[in-house]
């Protein structure tokens, strides 16, 4: 409900104020909208509402717990002050005048932003062989040499890993599990550098091409805790060897480090049925029907930090994609823009103190705020948040702003065939606006 409640009706405001009795002066420096009209409150004392000043006049329309502003006797800009509780009135700061709208994001600003868009994000989860973060999923068939590494191998080495080389001393290679040793309940990370994959539920042992492979069966999967050298960012090689059963619909996990129903992470898979899939937060990549039950096959999937995924079937890319993973940036600019413009024209034809306009301002706003948030992170003058927080919470600027671009776009194309004049003539702003 806030400091003030406001109770629309056909001809007017009412305003009831919910001030804390520890608060007896208060002054807001910016505006409420009420149609065109421009709103500034502000209120002195404590108590029932004992009287009102509007634009330092007196005013009549109110009672113990409310004020009534009818639309037609409000001034364009008001600066209503309550008084509570018979306190008298006080001298108030002059009207702020409108600010103008922020520059328009420039290169600097694009830089800035585009840290936020990483091709991989982390999360803290264990990375699974065989299985889904909700243990779900579950790989039916053979798996030997599931590596992880955290650079994206290029086409070559690809054909060379499937054609038998040996990549372990590669610095890159973070996890490299052959299951030729086990320990216990666990397989050691040949890549020498911790990372053990324990064994969960039931799992069997039996030969491969390469030597020793899992047969997992629905009833176990492989588990690896979360590492921080798992959280990689840029680009990652995911690879094994596999042979597949007749996988159901929907696919079984073969290396998955993500948050089930996001792209949070990264993970090799098999959906849908007997396909090749990869997911990484810049791209899905895709190969329907890829994987013939019961065949040997090395699996292999590379993400680059230019937002190129790659997809490889015994040594050979069978897909690839690059997806810019700043795309989401330049279609937040070019909505903002043309609000800017449609801003521009209300102000030039008179409307600039409509809904409309305001809404538009809040958008061009809300991004310049994404800008200067994302600025000050580059020189270090804020607190960084967990990685999966601070993710989250920069795109949540982005996203807000293509919402209020959304809200606006549809409020104002409701206005098509209206018998209002002034509708008629901000659709027609905003039509002018398309041609951009």
């Known amino acids: 409900r806030g400091l003030f409640e406001y109770l629309y009706r056909a001809d007017g405001l009412s305003l009831v104020p919910h001030i804390p009795p520890g608060i007896t002066a208060l002054e807001q420096r910016f505006p409420v909208r009420f149609g065109t009209k421009r709103l500034f409150l502000a209120t002195a004392g404590a108590g029932p509402v004992t009287g009102v000043r509007v634009n330092g006049r007196e005013w009549t329309d109110f009672d113990p717990a409310s004020v009534r502003l009818p639309y037609e006797k409000t001034p364009d800009t008001a600066a209503v002050q309550i008084l509570l509780g018979g306190a008298t009135p006080r001298a108030l ?16 600003d694009a830089a800035a932003l585009r840290v936020w ?31 992880v590494f ?3 191998l290029s086409a070559e080495e690809i054909g060379a890993m499937a054609a038998g080389k040996d990549f372990r001393g590669d610095a890159a290679l973070l996890a490299d599990y052959t299951f030729e040793r086990g320990d216990g309940d666990r397989f050691p990370n040949d890549a020498g550098s911790g990372l053990p994959a324990k064994i969960v539920g039931d799992i069997e042992i039996v030969d491969s091409p390469g030597g020793k492979a899992v047969h997992l069966d629905g009833r176990g999967y492989l588990e690896v805790a979360h590492d921080a050298r798992l959280d990689l960012t840029d680009a990652c090689t995911l690879c094994a060897w596999i042979r597949p059963g007749e996988m159901p619909p929907g696919g079984g996990r073969i290396i998955d480090k993500t948050i ?14 007997n396909s090749l899939r990869v997911i990484v937060e810049a791209d899905t990549l895709q190969r329907d029907g890829a994987l013939a039950p019961g065949a040997w096959v090395h699996a292999a999937a590379t993400v ?29 600019a070019a909505k903002v823009a043309r609000l800017r413009d449609f801003h521009a024209r209300c102000e030039a034809a008179g409307l600039g103190g409509g809904y409309e306009a305001a809404h538009a301002r809040l958008a061009v706003e809300y991004l310049a705020v994404a800008c200067e948030r994302a600025g000050l992170q580059a020189k270090g003058a804020l607190p960084v948040l967990p990685a999966r ?9 982005l996203q807000t702003t293509l919402k209020l671009c959304a809200g606006l776009e549809k409020t104002i194309e409701a206005y098509a065939g209206s018998q209002d004049p002034r509708k008629q003539r901000v659709h027609a702003l905003w039509k002018e606006t398309a041609a951009r």
């Open 93 to 108: 700061g002059p009207v702020p005048a409108a600010r103008p709208l922020p520059a328009a994001p420039g290169a600097a």
């Open 117 to 147: 868009f990483r091709t991989i994000t982390t999360n803290d989860i264990p990375l699974r062989i065989g299985a889904d973060s909700h243990a779900g999923s579950r790989f039916i068939g053979d798996i030997d040499r599931a590596c």
């Open 150 to 152: 955290g650079r994206a």
């Open 260 to 273: 089930v129903g996001t792209s949070n992470g990264y993970l090799l898979d098999t959906h849908p049925g």
């Open 304 to 332: 680059a930090p230019s937002g190129r995924l790659a997809l490889y079937i015994d040594g050979k890319e069978v897909l690839a994609r690059t997806k810019d993973i700043f795309e989401a940036w330049g279609g937040v």
């Open 389 to 397: 927080s601070q993710h989250a919470a920069n795109l949540s600027y």
